[in-house]
C-alpha cells in the first residue's frame, strides 16, 4: 500500500506484488515500513527495515514497542541497537541472480557508480580517481547514476546520470563498478556487482 510514491517505483514493484494507493485505514497480517508512517494500520505483526547506519544518521530511527526490527546488514542491527536499545535481527537484502551474461566493452575501460554525489558517499575521492585517470591517459568512461546531478565531475570522460531504478544490465556490461563511501550499512550495490560477476 502506497501513500506518496515515485510512479518509476511503483510501476517496478507491481511486476512482483499488488500495489493499491491508500485510502482508509489497513488490516493486515504483516506491516514493513522502512523510516516511518502517517497511515492507520492494524496489523499482527509490525516491523521497521533498518537499512541505514543509526549511529550517522540524521534522524532518530522510529522505535514503537509493537515493532520488531530487522537490519539488512551486520552494522545496521549494531548501530542501531546501540542507539535504541531494541534488539534488531539481521536478514540480508534480498538480491536477484541474474544468469544471462553479456559482453563487457572492449574498446576502453567502463567503470559505472551509482551514489549521491555526497561528502560521505566520496564525492571527493570520486572526482580525485577521475583527474588520476585523466592525468595517466587512460581511455576510459565513467557512467555515475545519482539523485542529484548539480555536482558536475570535471572530466570529459565522466558521465553523470539521473538515477535509475534497474542498473543490472548496465553494471553487468561495466568493467568495474566503483564504491568510494567512508562508509555503508551494507553496500548493496557492491553485492549486486560481485553477483553479476562486475569486480
Known sequence: VVK?????QIERLAKNIEVHKYKEPIKCKNFFCNYGY???????????MVHYDAMNVGFTPMVNDNFKYIGVSKLACKSFEEKTGNKCQLIYNVVPIKKKGLEKYKDKLHLISCTRLTSEKGRERIKKLAKMLDDLGIDYKWTIYTNKTRFPIDSKNV???EQSLDLYDEIEKSHWLV???SCESFGLSVCEALILGTP
Open 38 to 48: 502517517d497511515i492507520e494500520v492494524e496489523a499482527d505483526n509490525y516491523y521497521h
Open 179 to 181: 564504491r568510494l563511501s
Open 4 to 8: 506518496d510514491a515515485d510512479s518509476k
Open 159 to 161: 558521465e553523470v546520470k
